[in-house]
């Protein structure tokens, strides 16, 4: 199911982050605030943003990945959902501007890394598939061992 799986979760974070970044592109706070279009798209993205954030910190655990202001996105997703009318401009311009940035970093590490481990364990198999079942049965659960949580997702 696409909302249990991490890396599906960290792509909608970082594609939204990525529309978000060419939608604003070339635009300082004072074009933004009179484009009413680009505020709609920005914060539709944030939307999703933010309710893909809450997904994985269900599927994640606060614990794991403390690196994520948790209740910050959860009251922004909220405050854009229930609160519309009273959204400030300057608030979604200033995290598109300064929290986005970090996001997105660290969304991109987490799929560099989970991207490198998935390979790697599929290398290691794949040259021991000639060897006797209890060789590929050792690494087969040392590889399942060494993934951590749900799709080797840990944290961002």
Known sequence: MPFDDPERLLRDILESIEQIDQFTVDMDFAAYERDEKTKAAVERKIQILTEA??????????????????????????????????????????????????????????LGRWRFDRRAATSVVVSLTKNTSAV??????????????ANGLNCL
């Open 53 to 110: 954030v809450i997904r994985l910190e269900q599927v994640q655990g606060r614990e794991e990945c403390s690196e994520i202001d948790w209740s910050a996105y959860r009251g922004m997703g909220n405050f854009l959902r229930h609160s519309y009318h009273r959204v400030s401009d300057e608030i979604v311009w200033n995290t598109v501007k300064d929290d986005l940035p970090v996001l997105k970093k660290l969304v991109k590490n987490r």
């Open 136 to 149: 590929r049965n050792f690494v087969r659960d040392r590889v399942t061992f060494h993934r951590p949580a």
